[in-house]
């Protein structure tokens, strides 16, 4: 398997802008999580899925974020308006359910808000 | 609620010499203990865990650690450190008794081993 797969590496949008990051997780995880790594906040979780199904989204800064698991091997992160403040880097990861419990992650997404 | 402290926001030790990264986590069930390294500009990567069983788990590229409950501890060894171990030391803890699946990170500790 190649991996959690995140697109794209790096974004640089306009204040104001529609950003939409992307993850393919490993095939057969159970569960999929999107984090956000800032120098000041560290790793934070923004939200969880299992089974396409969102389980906990109470780390979603607000309203701008959303995130959807159309299916077992998509999900998407969107920030719409952006502002500067969501500059970092966004990780996607994914687990599964059986065997090994440790979560995969992903290259990241370096996402910077002008 | 679940969480990591990890201590020392940087350790400097030298090439061939012991390293130890300090960890502790606060739970209120059962916890599963999870080392990650990350690499400039890279995802975190996974190291060793601890669900159950032995207290001394042994990992990837000669890691250990070690699980103390009474300390709340799960520190991070290496017997012999390499520069090549310069990185980005995440400890992570899961509470199994919640049900939660998502980690709880700490704020990571930077290993500097100098030649």
């Known amino acids: 398997d190649a991996g959690v797969i995140q697109s794209p590496r790096h974004e640089v949008t306009e204040m104001g802008q529609e950003v939409t990051l992307r993850c393919k997780p490993i095939?057969?995880?159970?569960?999929l999580f999107w984090y956000r790594q800032t120098m000041m906040r560290g790793l934070e979780l923004l939200i969880y899925?299992?089974?396409?199904?969102?389980?906990?989204d109470s780390g979603m800064p607000e309203d701008r974020f959303s995130a959807k698991m159309p299916n077992a091997s998509f999900s998407t992160l969107k920030i719409q308006p952006s502002e500067p403040r969501d500059s970092a880097v966004y990780f996607c990861?994914?687990?599964?359910?059986?065997?090994?419990?440790?979560?995969?992650f992903g290259q990241g997404t370096r996402l910077t808000v002008v | 609620a679940q969480s990591v402290a990890q201590p020392e926001d940087q350790v400097n030790v030298a090439e061939g010499n012991p390293l130890t990264v300090k960890c502790t986590y606060s739970?209120?069930?059962?916890?599963?203990l999870f080392w990650y390294v990350q690499y400039p500009n890279r995802g975190l990567q996974f190291l060793l865990k601890?669900?159950?069983?032995?207290?001394l788990v042994k990992g990837s590229y000669g890691f250990e650690a070690e699980f103390n409950k009474s300390q709340t501890s799960f520190h991070l060894k290496k017997p012999s450190a390499l520069v090549s171990d310069s990185a980005l030391y995440f400890c992570?803890?899961?509470?199994?008794?919640?049900?939660?699946?998502?980690?709880?990170f700490g704020s990571g500790t930077r290993l500097q081993v100098q030649p």
């Open positions: 990861a994914s687990s599964s359910n059986r065997g090994s419990t440790e979560a995969f």
């Open positions: 095939s057969g995880h159970d569960y």
């Open positions: 899925f299992n089974n396409n199904v969102p389980i906990d």
């Open positions: 739970v209120s069930g059962n916890p599963y």
């Open positions: 601890y669900i159950t069983g032995d207290n």
């Open positions: 992570a803890v899961r509470d199994e008794g919640r049900g939660r699946r998502a980690l709880t």
